[in-house]
Every structure is written in C-alpha cells, then in structure tokens.
C-alpha cells in the first residue's frame, strides 16, 4: 500500500502565493541589505 499526500488550492492566487512562500524559504533566512544576519533574541 502506497500514500499519497498532496495539497490542493481553491484559487489560483493562493498557489501562487504558496510557491512564492516556498522559493523564499530556499533562499534562506533574511538578509538586511550590508549581507549581515538578522538575529532576533527573545
């Protein structure tokens, strides 16, 4: 037995905004515009 899992969009903006979301999380974490890491403390 095989699974099968994927995910489904009403709208075609909302894939697109997805697949945006997604080429920007491979890009990394955010970068001010020097190159220098933005490090949050809690």
């Known amino acids: 037995m095989t699974r099968i899992y994927g995910i489904t969009f009403p709208k ?4 697109t905004e997805y697949l945006e979301l997604l080429e ?4 990394g974490p ?7 890491r933005i490090v949050y403390v809690f």
């Not at 920007?24 to 890009?27: D, F, G, N, T």
């Not at 955010?30 to 220098?36: E, L, M």
């Open 12 to 15: 075609a903006k909302e894939l």
């Open 24 to 27: 920007e999380a491979k890009r």
């Open 30 to 36: 955010p970068q001010t515009r020097d190159g220098a």
